[in-house]
């Protein structure tokens, strides 16, 4: 059901710098609308970690960074930390969909 | 402190109803946009449904259009989720979630249900 693809896992010792993909189509990330990313971990529910491509929340720590060029999306961890091992999804906003949210498929950012 | 609580969840024999709670506190509910979003174990999110500020618009996914009911109570801060005729794919997490311009934020803890004989 997801219209926006992520890789299944990503990861990376500490202190590298991983990036995760979203991949999506002309009627979401390619019609212009924007792309949000959240961290779920182990256990819990999902938090907001980027809005509107590139905007972190109050609280969030700058090693995490988002843009968003044509159709795809990425999120990028510099200095990964192994609080960081969480599950991650992107989400924007598809035209072509009943009601219109979409989420993207998820990718495991595994700690080495 | 901004906070969601969902509540209802349990075990349900396929075909059952089953009503789904959220509890709002720390923000002006009636100002804002509702969703539901499940995730089934072990799988990713899917967005369930939404309603607007004040009821009068809702949507849902093609998954369960017909037998899935969002409301709200505005003068009792709680979103609803009403789920009948329930099948075992329906088997999740359900998070409710605040909708700021697009993103959601924050969310509930989340409630399981589970459809199964």
């Known amino acids: 059901q997801s219209v926006l693809t992520q890789p299944p896992s990503v990861s990376g010792a500490p202190g590298q710098r991983v990036t995760i993909s979203c991949t999506g189509s002309?009627?979401?990330?390619?019609?212009?609308?924007?792309v949000h990313w959240y961290q779920q971990l182990p256990g819990t529910a999902p938090k907001l970690l980027i809005y509107?491509?590139?905007n972190r929340p109050s609280g969030v720590p700058d090693r995490f960074s988002g843009s968003k060029s044509g159709t795809s999306a990425s999120l990028a961890i510099t200095g990964l930390q192994a609080e960081d091992e969480a599950d991650y999804y992107c989400?924007?906003?598809?035209?072509?969909?009943?009601?219109?949210?979409?989420f993207g498929t998820g990718t495991k950012v595994t700690v080495l | 402190e901004v906070q969601l609580v969902e509540s209802g969840g349990g075990l349900v024999q396929p075909g059952g109803s089953l009503r789904l709670s959220c509890a709002a506190s720390?923000?002006?509910?009636?100002?804002?946009?509702m969703h539901w979003v499940r995730q089934a174990p072990g799988k990713g999110l899917v967005w369930v449904s939404r309603i607007n500020s004040d009821g009068s618009s809702t949507s849902y996914a093609d998954s369960v259009k017909g037998r899935f009911t969002i409301s709200r109570d505005n003068a009792k801060n709680t979103l609803y989720l009403q789920m009948n005729s329930l099948r075992a794919e329906d088997t999740a997490v359900y998070y409710c979630?605040?909708?700021?311009?697009?993103?959601?934020?924050?969310w509930g803890q989340g409630t399981l249900v589970t459809v199964s004989s």
């Open positions: 720390g923000f002006t509910f009636s100002s804002y946009w």
């Open positions: 509107g491509n590139s």
């Open positions: 979630a605040r909708a700021s311009d697009g993103w959601f934020d924050p």
């Open positions: 989400q924007s906003y598809d035209s072509s969909l009943s009601g219109s949210r979409v």
């Open positions: 002309s009627s979401n990330i390619g019609a212009g609308y924007d």
